[in-house]
Each structure stands twice: as structure tokens, then as C-alpha cells.
Nanobody
Framework: QVQLVESGGGLVQAGGSLRLSCAASGRSFSRYVMAWFRQAPGKEREFGAAISWSGGSTDYADSVKGRFTISRDNAKNTVYLQMNNLKPADTAVYYC?????????????????WGQGTQVTVSS
């Protein structure tokens, strides 16, 4: 069992930056593939980024590639999402997720655990 708690959301102007954090409690955090998803009002939840258990492999949605960076610190049981050059289209609730099975990070893994989400609002 893993509990995930996101933080770091807020209101930022277009072109600005935010860093989201996801703190995990429970066993074996370092064995989970971790990911960030987001859901904008009236839209389906979409994949943003994922990272392998070692941090050596990452995957990004085309919409965030080159602007967002996912990383993890297994000693701190935390995964991060650095978001730069934010756009109004990035406005959404951002969710952290963990997959207990799988090696290659990506949107198609079965993510078993989810956080409660943190709101990111980008003003134009």
C-alpha cells in the first residue's frame, strides 16, 4: 500500500515556473514507476510524464516535452515535476500516480495508487 500526497500547486503567470512534489509513504517506493497525470475542467485525465524506479528512464507527453522535467529522490520517497514556460493550457489538477508493476515508464501502465491532486492555474 502506498499513500501519495501532492504539493506545490498554485497560481502562476504564463511563462512562469512551478515545481510539484509528491511524497510517498509505505513500503518499496523505489520499486514503483511514478507518473504525473493532469485533468483540466471538462476534459479527461491525461498523461503528463513518468519515470522508472531508478530514475534512468523517463517518458513525456508531447504537450509537455521540453518544458516539464520529472525526477525522483528515492531516499526521500519523493517524485517531482519541474514545470517551466507554463501556458494557460497547462491549467489543471495534477495527480501523482504509482505503478507497482512494469519497468518501462509510460501512460499505459496500470497505476494502482493515486494522490488527491494539486491545482495548477496559469493566467494569461
Amino acid at each position: 500500500q502506498v499513500q501519495l500526497v501532492e504539493s506545490g500547486g498554485g497560481l502562476v503567470q504564463a511563462g512562469g515556473s512551478l515545481r510539484l512534489s509528491c511524497a510517498a509513504s509505505g513500503r518499496s517506493f523505489s520499486r514503483y514507476v511514478m507518473a504525473w497525470f493532469r485533468q483540466a475542467p471538462g476534459k479527461e485525465r491525461e498523461f503528463g510524464a513518468a519515470i522508472s524506479w531508478s530514475g534512468g528512464s523517463t517518458d513525456y507527453a508531447d504537450s509537455v516535452k521540453g518544458r516539464f522535467t520529472i525526477s525522483r529522490d528515492n531516499a526521500k520517497n519523493t517524485v517531482y515535476l519541474q514545470m517551466n514556460n507554463l501556458k494557460p493550457a497547462d491549467t489543471a489538477v495534477y495527480y501523482c500516480a504509482a505503478a507497482s508493476w512494469g519497468v518501462v515508464p509510460g501512460p499505459n501502465l496500470k497505476y494502482d495508487y493515486w494522490g488527491q491532486g494539486t491545482q495548477v492555474t496559469v493566467s494569461s
